[in-house]
């Protein structure tokens, strides 16, 4: 008998931004239409990225160079 994948709620903020493969995208699918505690947290999920909808921009260059900077200088003291 095969074993059935259960779904977690990382795989459904994959499948809400589509980036599930197909035979996740028909098993998330399948979880979806059997397990009622699954569907409601799906439908909150959706909710919370359609609240923030496309309020995420570009990060500000000082905010990029003061990472770039810190990953640099760990680099520096895992090569010494």
């Known amino acids: 008998m095969p074993m059935c994948k259960t779904y977690t709620p990382d795989d459904l903020i994959r499948f809400i931004y589509h980036e599930t493969s197909e035979s996740e995208e ?9 397990d009622q505690e699954f569907l409601n947290e799906y439908r ?7 609240a923030l909808g496309g309020g995420f921009t570009d990060p500000h260059p000082t905010s990029v160079n003061i990472v770039l900077e810190y990953s640099a200088s760990l680099h520096e003291k895992t090569v010494h």
């Open 26 to 34: 028909l098993g998330i699918i399948e979880q979806l239409a059997s």
């Open 44 to 50: 909150q999920l959706v909710k919370t990225v359609s």
